[in-house]
């Protein structure tokens, strides 16, 4: 694992085999839960309604041969082999293309990018050292003139992310709801659904009510879980492909998709929905790339989870191709599939005859009563073992997604798209475990409406089904642009590459689409949810960003005060957050002019998020002065990317006045600037952890340092309430007027740090239309009501905030 950035990506040009072996198995527990438990309803989504398979098995041979060309084209061919290649400096999904296609042309929206940001080390990736072709270079630059298109790619990108947000809510309820039908097996059709649904619903109440703990105190049992799991559908499929139908192997041939779509037609197409369903959890072996590696991923789904998937799949067609007379459509799902149900089956048949012969239907409590208990005690016996490793399965991969919906929350968080929520770290050592309790209530709650409001897999799997061929067509799309601007590939690989995986997902969303009314309208009306959200919250940040922008003070307007700017300047350091990397903020100008006088002091804190994953800790502070020195006023910009952890502790003001004493140590003597010659020259700071031969600051009476550090201690003040000093290397000597800088900031520090915050009511300027006034006035205000401050993660202490109110026209 990285140390700065908690990421636990590993360049596989550096590993070893035991290295890539070692996170292939890892890789098992969090990427492929949702992948290995889709046998589980596969075959029954299918021939749930739409088609029933007859006595010739071509409806049996086709469905299992559009499984296994589905598998093999999407996930190990798209994913495997070509999608992983498009990391964002290791880490994956959506947002990692957006990024990607954000670095290589000037299509970001967030509104504070700077140029500075794209010398960062995160931005610099190997490319083929080769120009953009003509058509390369025609889409770059039409990208970047108009803004609609470039709102058209953070909408798709978006889209994606707000069906990872639906596929959140179905999945968790599709894949334990699907472990628990092994009880139908257990008792009466008509009672069995009275059992499955409280059982799902108890268990995802404990998945989510667990989730605060974090997922490092059980991760270490997810892989043997899905091993295990994958093991036994493995076994129980080649069982079957032996015992009931060697030839299976036959119906592989993608002829049988031809004659399958010839002989069931509109039904045929329609029961594709539930096909689909096979490469749910596909998106997570790209999306989870940033904790394990490229080559560790294409190991264990090649060599592992592929083949235990075909095998499964083959096993169930081999057994339904020999058990055509079905009484319960119910029974076609995984468990009627496993063997020994004929062996209960005829236990069941002379325990019904014994019971009848003893007149046992003469208890009150009637033949029914001890059929159903001599059904539950013979299933259990049978087939517990193989309903627990089912049910075990379903919940590993329900917290991979519960996870993942997690991350992508935080990420749209990070670059404005979504409200600021409460993010909480559950481990010190894997930073990329977070727990969001918001989120985590309102998944539950969803997840419970809709196994109680559905009660069958067929519509939770049209659900399902829509919102993962979604998230794939909008991979595909950013893909194809990736292939043109980052890969520098000829227009035709780009158009060879959505030509074939477009076809096969547009084919699977028409099917999914059209199941709109059953179970489909569900991901559809998530997504316009949060995607009404999401836009409500970016235009809003956005235009009140603009505002901030166009009614900023200019620095000759502070400088213009004179060197004691007119006003008291008190003990003590003023941080002055804002959203502005230039400039004065009017909420500052607001504060001066009620209340003329602020610390001895100043700096002008922007926390922003840049759109690259990670930043490192070299390059997290970029500090300048505003007007002269003898002014004691910085600006300081602390730059986190969409996957890095935000500090929220106490050593954020700590690493933050070490980063400023840094700047001045290694600030040179400069002549004034001239006046209305004032732009800010900026200088990358890293934080004290790397700078190790740099300042370094002590709180405190007591301690030695050298004897240069002696010089530079703080003036001695009656009853300070704690001494700060700055431990300064020997060399290279600083100047007196650094040392001198260094003196204030110290005395400056001991004062103690005020935080002033502007506290916004954005209002629709007059003049606007109805539909903005209503966003502005009723849907923005009522989001950033009810959100958290953007300070909230760095702990702002009540006692030294200073909130400014002021009301934005936008």
Sequence with gaps: MDPETGSHHINAKKQS??????????????????????????????????????????EIFGALSFI??????????????????????GEGGTFALYSLLCRHARVSSLPNCQLVDEELSSYKKEVPNLALSSFGSRLKSTLEKHRVLQRFLLILALVGACMVIGDGVLTPALSVFSAVSGLELAMAKEHHKYVEVPVACLILIALFALQHYGTHRVGHLFAPVVILWLLCISSIGLYNIIHWNPHIYKALSPVHMYKFLKKTQTGGWKSLGGILLCITGSEAMFADLGHFSQLSIQVAFSSFVYPSLILAYMGQAAYLSQHHVIENDYQIGFYISVPGI?????????TTIYLSQHHVTKSPFGREYYLVIVRIVCAESL????????????????????????????????LGCFPRVKIVHTSSKYHGQIYIPEINWTLMLLCLAVTIGFRDTKRMGNASGLAVITVMLVTTCLMSLVIVLCWHKSVFVAI?????????????????????????WVPIALSLIFMLVMYVWHYGTRLKYEFDVQNKVSVDWLLSLGPTLGIVRVKGIGLVHTELVSGIPAIFSHFVTNLPAFHQVLIFL?????????????????????????????RCIVRYGYRDVHKDDVEFEKDLVCSVAEFIRKQKDVPTPEQGNHDEVMTVVGTPSTHVEGIRMMDGQDGHGSPEVQEIQSTPVNQVKKRVRFVVPESPKIEENSRAELRDLMEAREAGVAYILGHSYVKAKQGSGLIKKIVINFGYEFLRRNSRHSTDSLTVPHASTLEVGMVYHV
Excluded at 68 to 89: E, M, S
Excluded at 385 to 414: E, M, W, Y
Excluded at 606 to 631: A, D, M, N, Q, T
């Design 17 to 58: 085999w035991k290295a890539v072996l070692t996170l292939a198995y890892q890789s098992l527990g969090v990427v492929y839960g949702d992948l290995s438990t889709s046998p589980l309803y596969v075959f029954k989504s299918t021939f749930a309604e739409d088609i029933h398979h007859s006595e010739t098995n071509e």
């Design 68 to 89: 296994f060309w589905t598998l093999t084209l999407v996930p190990l061919l798209k994913y495997v082999f070509i999608v992983l290649k498009a990391d964002d400096n």
């Design 342 to 350: 004929f062996l209960f089956n005829f236990y069941l048949f002379g």
């Design 383 to 414: 087939r517990i073992p193989v309903l627990l490793i089912a049910i075990s399965a379903a919940v590993v991969g329900s917290q991979a997604i519960i996870t993942g919906t997690f991350s992508i929350i935080k990420q749209c968080s990070s």
């Design 496 to 520: 060879a590459f959505v030509v074939l995986f477009g076809t096969i997902e547009a084919l699977y969303f028409s099917a999914s689409l059209i199941k709109f009314l059953e179970g489909a």
């Design 606 to 634: 922007c926390v922003k998020s840049v759109p690259i994953p990670h930043v490192k800790h070299e390059e997290r502070f970029l500090v300048g002065h505003i007007g002269p020195r003898e002014y004691r006023v910085y």
